[in-house]
């Protein structure tokens, strides 16, 4: 602290000036006690116990309280703050001038170095963030369609060995960055590029262009899931994109998906996210007031850049995704609408995505993903150490014990020689030595179902006479639950709805099911439902109807649509004026339906005509007799 501000404790009660415990504040050197008498001068601690050492020993203690150093960012700001306590000292900035490239790291040495009185020279700082290269070069044996490369500055001695060949026509592209359009599918070291029409091999490129994305920030999520900072974020948009993020990296709200809401209308400019307990939350900033020991709180900013789907003819390399899928049964590959593929060829009909005949879409079936960038998940590793508590391990070995190998289980608590494991899935807590298991590095459970061999079942078949039950309990994956306190958060459900249970999300919070119109399972809160034990289900899935040729004067409606069949026909409806042996005309014979495809269905039958029976020559002369009785004869 500065020079006569200090604070000191009541070790004891002294009289009726000092109280035991309470904390008494020096400033400017003087302090007032509980009696109303106001201290002499003092500059610090030491000083008053040395000109008092008889009076406050034993009575009186200095509070000292941990300084510390934050730094954090803000746009193009970067600023260090000395803190004592909760209480902001000083403060020091460093700006970044919006024509260069900002840099967390450069800001942070700046804005401490000033906070601190050290002097900096800027001029090696700006030489220091001019000589970071904007790309690297990596050489490869092959290349994709849309990859950027750089050719060799020596094409001209290029002695190629793949049968392409440098013509004196390809001189002019030396040390030039092109990019890939085309890979020959029988040589791939071999291809074409946007710059020329000329055949490009692997000899005359110096290697790959990946460029390096200078970040303002590195977003440390390992450390976000641990508790140790909060995210603020003063936009909506904001929100928005952080949230997304959160889905691909497994963060969820207790309700569901992350991006499903984002809860900013509450506190707007002042929403700031945490993760705990397995879940994602949302407060005000001021209501982390009494956790800024605890938490670092840090503005948002997005990691990649916001995707746009813009509708346009896709080129090589960039990723699109299904919006107008016309995948039809006879296709050998099947693709569905919210698909993303890679395109990797592109010509005036459509867009190829793989090497296969069948990769192929119509233009109009896709947007144009641009700014995508696919995320790589994790790989799973299997380490063979000693697990720590909350990791996930599977069963390598099986002596000892009865689990079966390939097991998964998290580990729940540690042995002296190894480890417990859940009882969830292992059907009671087991102890597993090291010898008898792996750990599982970078393993999500809540990313799929837990497909396990040995988790034993837990809806087996019931005897039908057995009583059913509603108990309130955790639910367990396979098992049915009944909702008793609906508190749906963007998704439709009632009291009374019956789910079967399919995954069993991080932190125990609930409990993932299926619910009609939704994509992928949806978590309900353990607060809303109770466990159907002995449950029977008897729905059956609803079997397809058999299709029905059509007649004529029969009224049919376009169910599916083929590439021969205008833009507009799906759902037309039409009256059926000729029939062949395989199929049917419509529209005064203008539009055909095949009826190896069902593209159509019947939605109104044509009336029968009357039928004309022909008299019998009996009753004829019935007829004639009683008409002669009645007029005579008429001749």
Known sequence: MSKGNFKVRGLKNWGRDIV??????????????????????????????????????????????????????????????????????RSASAKCNPADTYDFEVGAKLAINRLLGVPVDSRKVKEAVKSISSYRIVKQDKYEAGDKVKVREDLASVVDTKGAGVMEEMHCQA?????????????????????????????????????????????????????????HCNAEEKAREFLKECDVQGIKWCSGKASSETHWKSYKEKTIYTFSFGTLGYCDIGGLADLTNHYTIIDYIPTKPAVKEVSRKAKAGEYVKIVNSQYTPTSKIKYENGDILKITRVDDLGARYGEGSCEWLYHDEYVVLEGYVPVDKP?????????????????????????????IGKVTSLYSDGVYVNGDVFGSARLLLIKNYVVLENYQPEDKPLEMEEAKAVSKPTDSKAEQKEVKRQGKIGEYIKIVKANPVGIKYNNGDVFKVVLLPSGNCGVKVNIAGEKEPRCICNSEYVVLENYQSYSKPEEPKPFVKAKVGDKIKVVKKYEYHSPDVMGNTYTVNEVDRVGVWADDNNIYFWDKNAEYIIIEKAKPEPVKTPLSGYLISKISAELLRRYGDTK
């Open 379 to 407: 790989t799973i590793k299997e380490v063979h150490r000693p697990a720590k508590v909350g990791e996930w391990i599977k069963v390598i070995d099986k002596s000892g014990h009865s689990v079966k190998v390939g097991t």
């Open 175 to 231: 040390g030039k960055i092109v990019t890939i359009t085309s890979v020959y599918k029988n040589y791939p070291c071999k291809f074409n590029i946007d710059a020329d029409t000329w055949t490009w091999s692997t000899d005359m490129i110096e290697g790959k262009v990946i460029e390096n994305t200078i970040k303002a920030t590195q977003f440390d999520w390992s450390a976000f899931k641990s508790g140790k900072f909060a995210v």
């Open 20 to 89: 035991k415990g309470k904390i008494y504040e020096y400033v400017n050197g003087n302090c007032t006690y509980d009696n109303g008498w106001e201290s002499r001068t003092y500059d610090s601690f030491s000083e008053l116990m040395k000109c008092n050492p008889e009076t406050y020993k034993g009575i009186l203690e200095e509070v000292k309280e941990n300084q510390t150093i934050v730094i954090y960012h803000k746009d193009l700001e970067t600023i260090a703050s000395l803190k004592s306590g909760k209480k902001v000292i």
